[in-house]
């Protein structure tokens, strides 16, 4: 507080002498007052021109009514707390600001992780859902070549299919462990394993196709009640005859299955078979 009969050489006014004072002092967060008898002026480095010459002019009642001390402390006080009130308003705007600013990042990180995993549910259950919609396929396939033979190229056609099925179903077994944060924040990996999964899925598809194209399409008669194939029916409804029969048809002698131990021959069973053929038929 500096107290002047009139502002001193080269200053007109009590303010510029004020703004001087302040700034050849080096104060800072300071209050600078100075009285005279016809008026007072005011200097802080923590409120703004227009507010230090609000509450300057609102305190000239005091320096009317008392003496410049009082009136210079009541100025100063005054200041001070505009100053702390503005410095605590500034802080909690901040403070707000700042809380709102990270709730807004959480929600947006939440958000984001939110729809990378339910991305990531939804592309795994259709995974899944089609390895459990080929494993129906797979049984099925399996017992149509189940009584082909080793070489045939159903059955190895077969055995690549279940290879296919083997590894998408241990793929997507491990891929069921991957937590929400690992699918939205590491997703690069794991969505490169799903592919791969499906992938092998395509794959098991097609060459069951190409099984079940190869073995004829169609369950033989027998196998899925895990009994022998009987003989397929031959055009006319008639049964064709069994495969070590066949040459029958061509003529050529074939071993026939006798009942005794004294070999029989293959001439003297087929007039029998005629004729009890012929009976049945006449009896019918």
């Given at each position: ?5 009139s ?14 004072l ?32 609000s ?7 005091q320096?009317l ?16 707390k ?25 929600g ?5 992780i ?22 129906q ?10 009584y ?6 159903a ?7 279940s ?12 891929l ?76 050529q ?13 293959l ?17 019918a």
């Amino acid at each position: 507080m500096a107290f002047v009969q009139s502002p001193p050489a080269p200053y007109a006014t009590l303010g510029t002498y004020a703004y001087a004072l302040f700034d050849r002092l080096g104060f800072k967060r300071a209050v600078v007052i100075v009285a005279s008898p016809h008026g007072v002026a005011a200097r802080t480095d923590r409120l703004s021109a227009s507010e230090t010459q609000s509450l300057t002019n609102a305190s000239t009642a005091q320096f009317l009514q008392g003496s410049y001390v009082l009136g210079a402390d009541s100025l100063a006080r005054a200041l001070v707390k505009k100053a702390d009130d503005n410095d605590s308003s500034s802080a909690r705007t901040k403070t707000i600001t700042l809380v709102v600013i990270i709730l807004v990042v959480v929600g947006l990180i939440a958000l984001f992780i939110g729809v990378r995993a339910s991305r990531w549910r939804s592309a795994y259950g259709e995974a899944v859902a089609w390895r459990d919609s080929l494993a129906q396929k797979v049984t099925d396939t399996s017992d149509h070549v189940n009584y082909l033979p080793d070489d045939h190229p159903a059955k190895r056609t077969f055995l690549t299919a279940s290879a296919y099925y083997s590894t998408a179903s241990a793929i997507l077994d491990q891929l069921a462990k991957v937590s929400a944060l690992q699918a939205a924040f590491r997703s690069g990996r794991q969505r490169n394993a799903l592919g791969q999964a499906r992938s092998s899925l395509q794959a098991a598809e097609r060459t069951l196709q190409e099984a079940e194209a190869q073995a004829g399409g169609t369950q033989v008669d027998g196998a899925a009640a895990g009994g022998s194939p009987t003989a397929p029916a031959a055009p006319g409804g008639e049964i064709a005859p069994p495969a070590e029969f066949a040459d029958r048809a061509s003529g050529q002698a074939a071993p026939a299955a006798c009942f005794s131990s004294v070999p029989c021959r293959l001439r003297r069973r087929v007039p029998r078979w005629s004729a009890f053929r012929r009976r049945m038929v006449i009896g019918a």
